[in-house]
C-alpha cells in the first residue's frame, strides 16, 4: 500500500521541529519538506508556499494552512481537486484577546501619556474617562473576533460587532452587513479590524469609513495591511479627526524604511505578532482534521474558495 504523504512547504518557517512533530504524530504518513521535483503528495503542510509548488503537486487532496488567513494562498493557482483548510484559533484568539485588549486599554487609560510624563520626571493624575464614552467595534466576529470582543465586554466596555452574517454574542451590539456598516462606524470610537482580506473587504478602512468613527477615533489593525488606506489614516491622524493607531500588519512586511508609519507620532507598530502561530497546537489540530477527513467526518476551517476565507 503507497504511503500518505504529506508534503512541508513553509516560507520563513523553521521545517525541523514541524517535520518532527508531524512524524511523531502521524507514523504511517511520509512527512517531507517539498524540493523541486519531489514525488506527488496527498496533502500539503503550507505557509506562502511558491507558485511552482502546486504547479507540480497537482495530486493534492488537501492543503493545510498554518495560518487563520488563507489570503496570500488564494491569490496561487491551486489544485484542482484539494480543499483548503485553514487553523480555527490554535492558540491564536487567546493571544489576539489579550493584545487588543492591552491596547485599548492603554489607549482607554492614556498609560502612554502617563508612561511619558514619568519619564520626563512628572508626576501627575488626569481626569479619568468613561469607559462609556470608548466603545469599541469589532470588524469581523469569527473565530478570532468573537474571542476579542467577548474579552472586550468583560472589560465593561460598550462593544459593537460587524459581520457578514448575523452573530448573536452575549454583551456584543450586533451589526450585519453593507447595510449596517454605517451605523456600526458611528456606533464606534475605537474600531479593531479582524476581517479577512477578501475582495469585498480590500481597502475597507478608507478615508469615508474612517472618518465615520466617533470623534477621537482610534484604530487598531491586527488583520491584514491590504484593509488599510495608508494615505487616508495619515491625512485623518494629522488632520486630528483620529487620535492615534496601533497597527500589526502592513501592505508590505517588513515595513519598509521609508514608510510614514515608522516615525508617525501617532502611530504605534508591532511586527505581525499580534497572534502567532503555535507549532505544537497547530500540529494536533492538523492532525484531528486528516483523521476526521479519513473518516469522512466534518472538518471545522474548510475555505469558501468562492467567498475568498
Ligand atoms: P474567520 O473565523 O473566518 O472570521 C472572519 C469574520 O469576518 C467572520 O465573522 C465573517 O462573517 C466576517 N466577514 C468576512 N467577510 C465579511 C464582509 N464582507 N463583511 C462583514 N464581515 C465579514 O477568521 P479568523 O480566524 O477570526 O481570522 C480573521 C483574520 O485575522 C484572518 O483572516 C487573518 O487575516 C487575521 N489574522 C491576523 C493575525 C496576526 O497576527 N495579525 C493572526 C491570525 C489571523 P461571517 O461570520 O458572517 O462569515
Ligand atoms: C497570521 O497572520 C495568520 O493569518 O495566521
Known amino acids: 500500500m503507497t504511503p500518505f504523504r504529506i508534503s512541508f512547504c513553509c516560507t520563513n518557517t523553521d521545517s525541523e521541529p514541524w517535520l518532527a512533530g508531524l512524524r511523531a504524530a502521524l507514523p504511517q504518513a511520509q512527512v517531507s519538506v517539498w524540493q523541486p521535483g519531489a514525488v506527488l503528495a496527498d496533502a500539503a503542510v503550507v505557509w506562502m508556499p511558491p507558485q511552482q509548488f502546486f504547479d507540480e503537486q497537482r495530486q493534492l487532496k488537501a492543503i493545510f494552512n498554518i495560518g487563520a488567513g488563507v489570503d496570500a494562498l488564494l491569490k496561487l493557482r491551486l489544485p484542482p481537486h484539494a480543499v483548503v483548510v485553514r487553523l480555527e484559533d490554535a492558540g491564536m484568539a487567546v493571544q489576539m484577546a489579550e493584545y487588543v485588549c492591552q491596547a485599548v486599554i492603554r489607549h482607554f487609560r492614556e498609560l502612554d501619556t502617563y508612561a511619558e510624563e514619568i519619564r520626563r520626571g512628572t508626576w501627575t493624575f488626569h481626569k479619568p474617562r468613561q469607559r462609556s464614552d470608548f466603545p469599541v467595534g469589532v470588524m469581523g466576529l469569527g473565530v478570532l473576533g468573537a474571542r476579542v470582543a467577548q474579552a472586550l465586554a468583560h472589560f465593561e466596555f460598550p462593544v459593537n460587532g460587524w459581520s457578514r452574517t448575523?452573530?448573536?454574542?452575549?454583551?456584543?451590539?450586533?451589526?450585519?452587513?453593507?447595510?449596517?456598516?454605517?451605523?456600526?462606524?458611528?456606533?464606534?470610537?475605537?474600531?479593531?479590524?479582524?476581517?479577512?482580506?477578501?475582495?469585498?473587504?480590500?481597502?475597507?478602512?478608507?478615508?469615508?469609513?474612517?472618518?465615520?468613527?466617533?470623534?477621537?477615533?482610534?484604530?487598531?489593525?491586527?488583520?491584514?495591511?491590504?484593509?488599510?488606506?495608508?494615505?487616508?489614516?495619515?491625512?485623518?491622524?494629522?488632520?486630528?479627526?483620529?487620535?492615534?493607531?496601533?497597527?500589526?500588519?502592513?501592505?508590505?512586511?517588513?515595513?519598509?524604511?521609508?514608510?510614514?508609519?515608522?516615525?508617525?507620532?501617532?502611530?504605534?507598530?508591532?511586527?505581525?505578532?499580534?497572534?502567532?502561530?503555535?507549532?505544537?497546537?497547530?500540529?494536533?489540530?492538523?492532525?484531528?482534521?486528516?483523521?476526521?477527513?479519513?473518516?469522512?467526518?466534518?472538518?471545522?476551517?474548510?475555505?469558501?474558495?468562492?467567498?475568498?476565507?
Open 166 to 309: 448575523a452573530k448573536a454574542l452575549e454583551g456584543v451590539r450586533p451589526f450585519v452587513g453593507a447595510a449596517q456598516f454605517h451605523d456600526f462606524l458611528a456606533s464606534s470610537r475605537v474600531l479593531v479590524n479582524l476581517l479577512p482580506l477578501t475582495p469585498q473587504t480590500v481597502n475597507i478602512l478608507d478615508h469615508d469609513a474612517l472618518s465615520r468613527l466617533q470623534p477621537g477615533g482610534y484604530v487598531i489593525n491586527v488583520a491584514r495591511g491590504a484593509h488599510l488606506v495608508d494615505e487616508d489614516l495619515l491625512a485623518l491622524l494629522d488632520s486630528g479627526q483620529l487620535a492615534g493607531a496601533l497597527l500589526d500588519v502592513f501592505r508590505q512586511e517588513p515595513l519598509p524604511p521609508e514608510h510614514a508609519f515608522w516615525h508617525h507620532p501617532k502611530v504605534v507598530m508591532t511586527p505581525h505578532t499580534s497572534a502567532r502561530t503555535l507549532r505544537e497546537t497547530s500540529i494536533a489540530q492538523i492532525v484531528g482534521k486528516i483523521a476526521a477527513m479519513q473518516v469522512g467526518a466534518q472538518v471545522g476551517g474548510m475555505v469558501d474558495l468562492q467567498g475568498g476565507y
